[in-house]
C-alpha cells in the first residue's frame, strides 16, 4: 500500500491582501456580527437559501467568528468578510469549508448582504478565493453545493467556470424538511492527469 502524503497542513492560512476591482476579502472582525446577523433579518429567505438550521444572532456571529483561530489551526474551514478597498464595510461572508486534504479538494460557500447583490460582487470575492485555494493550498478541486432553486448561486459559479454535475435527491435536511443538492465543481488541471 502506498503511504498517502498529501496530509493536512498544520494550519490553514489567512490569505491577506486579497482584493481585485475594489473588492476585497479580510478577516471578520467582532464588530461585523450586526450586518451579518442583520443580513438573515432583511432577507429571511437567505438562511433557507444557504441551508442554515436556524438564523444566526449577533451573539452566535461573535461566537463563531471567535472559533475562526481554531477551525483554521484545524485545517478545517476558513471564513472572510468580503467588503470593499477601504477594507471597513461587511458586505457579506465568503467560506472554504469540507476540505478533504487527502483527496485536494474544498468547498466553497458564499452570500451577501441584500444591498451589495446584482453588482459582480459575489463573483469577484467567489474568484479570489478560488484562485487562492487553486494556487496557494494546492487544491485540485472545488466545488460548490446548492439547491436547484438558487438561481442566482447556480449562475454565479457557472461564471467562474464551474460545471453542474447533477442533482443529489433528498441530501440534506435542513429546517425539517428533505432538499435536493446541486453539485458544481471546478477543477484546477482537466485532463485529470494530476501530479502525485
Known amino acids: 500500500m502506498r503511504e498517502d502524503t498529501s496530509v493536512a497542513p498544520n494550519s490553514l492560512p489567512f490569505p491577506d491582501g486579497l482584493e481585485r476591482d475594489g473588492i476585497a476579502l479580510r478577516r471578520l472582525r467582532a464588530r ?8 438573515f433579518r432583511a432577507d429571511p429567505q437567505l438562511g433557507v437559501q444557504i441551508g442554515a438550521d436556524e438564523d444566526p444572532t449577533e451573539n ?3 461566537r463563531f467568528i471567535a472559533r475562526q483561530p481554531g477551525l483554521r489551526a484545524r485545517g478545517e474551514f476558513l471564513g472572510m468578510a468580503v467588503t470593499d478597498a477601504s477594507k471597513r464595510p461587511f458586505l457579506g461572508h465568503v467560506m472554504l469549508h469540507t476540505l478533504a486534504w487527502r483527496h485536494r479538494r474544498g468547498e466553497v460557500g458564499y ?10 460582487i459575489g463573483k469577484a470575492a467567489v474568484s479570489l ?7 496557494e493550498l494546492r487544491l485540485e478541486r472545488i466545488e460548490i453545493t ?10 454565479l459559479a457557472h461564471s467562474l467556470g464551474f460545471e453542474e454535475e447533477g442533482v443529489m435527491i433528498a441530501r440534506n435536511l435542513e429546517r425539517g424538511r428533505r432538499v435536493d443538492v446541486v453539485l458544481l465543481a471546478r477543477v484546477r488541471d482537466r485532463s485529470h492527469n494530476l501530479p502525485a
Open 146 to 155: 446548492t439547491t436547484p432553486e438558487n438561481t442566482a448561486a447556480r449562475a
Open 129 to 135: 478565493v478560488v484562485e487562492w485555494a487553486f494556487e
Open 32 to 39: 461585523d456580527a450586526h450586518a451579518f446577523a442583520g443580513a
Open 60 to 62: 452566535g456571529v461573535r
Open 111 to 120: 452570500w451577501l448582504v441584500p444591498e451589495a447583490r446584482g453588482r459582480g
